[in-house]
């Protein structure tokens, strides 16, 4: 079987994937700070699909890749090795995502990847076994702490999409009880009056009313989606740097 140098394709899916994974972890954390659960659930169903896509792609590749890359010393370890990791999660992700299961598995797989592609993007970096070897371990580094931001990440939206909503008792007819959802060590709903449940708006009947979230959770969720960015932008830079070449001098 010949062999096809699609380096370029693997560093692209890397883009791929930042932009994916960092468009539904924006738009779910939006959906929770409304209250919106059934939104949340939705796009984390949705986002499986394009997510679920990439992840095969990049498994296929990479064990492929594992077996075949004939690259001389280590680079098919260096390089493989991690994305194997990385197609891994991103399907292990997507299927709990479609079947809606608890993400925080799925964030625990990309917390013991992140280590490990910072692992080997360290000593890859001492080693150099790359021409670019800064540039490499920056990468690592980025995909790496995304990866182990993923494991907090996936608590919190666990938290705001699984557990059940809770109302308080039924009120006298006519009068509508007010409605909270769980909280987690402070996040709460702005007080609602009581009012006749004929006027309850119908931004409340649909779950959109401000929800009030601890200042470390926000803080959470944004550097993870903070930490996808940065991993996105090292993504991009890589790839323009090994485009051309990849182009210009065909296998």
């Not at 098919?76 to 079947?99: E, K, W």
């Not at 004929?198 to 944004?222: H, K, M, Q, W």
Request: net charge neutral; charged share 10%; glycine share 8%.
């Amino acid at each position: 079987m010949a062999f096809i140098d699609f380096l370029a394709l693997q560093e692209a899916l890397l883009l791929v994937a930042a932009v994916l994974v960092g468009y539904v972890g924006i738009v779910t954390f939006l959906s929770i700070r409304r209250n919106d659960t059934a939104s949340a659930k939705g796009v984390l169903k949705a986002g499986a699909i394009p997510l679920g896509s990439v992840g095969f792609i990049a498994t296929a590749l990479a064990l492929w890749a594992e077996t075949t890359w004939p690259l001389p010393g280590a680079y098919n370890i260096f390089f493989t090795d991690i994305y194997l990791l990385f197609g891994a999660t991103l399907l292990i992700l997507a299927v709990s995502m479609a079947a809606s299961l608890k993400l925080q598995f799925a964030g625990l797989f990309a917390f013991i990847a992140g280590g490990m592609t910072i692992a080997y993007g360290w000593s890859g970096y001492h080693l150099g076994l790359t021409k670019d070897p800064l540039e490499t371990f920056l990468l690592y580094g980025a995909f790496g702490l995304t990866g182990i931001l993923a494991f907090p990440a996936t608590l919190v939206v666990d938290h705001y999409t699984t557990a059940p909503s809770s109302t308080t008792a039924p009120a006298a007819a006519g009068v509508a009880a007010p409605r909270r959802r769980p909280s987690l060590l402070g996040a709460t709903r702005a007080v609602q009056p009581i009012v006749p449940a004929d006027s309850v708006s119908a931004s409340e009947e649909s779950g959109a009313s401000p929800f009030r979230l601890p200042v470390y959770i926000n803080a959470t969720v944004i550097a993870f989606v903070v930490m996808v960015a940065l991993a996105g932008i090292a993504a991009l830079l890589y790839l323009d740097s090994t485009l051309p070449a990849h182009l210009a001098s065909p296998p």
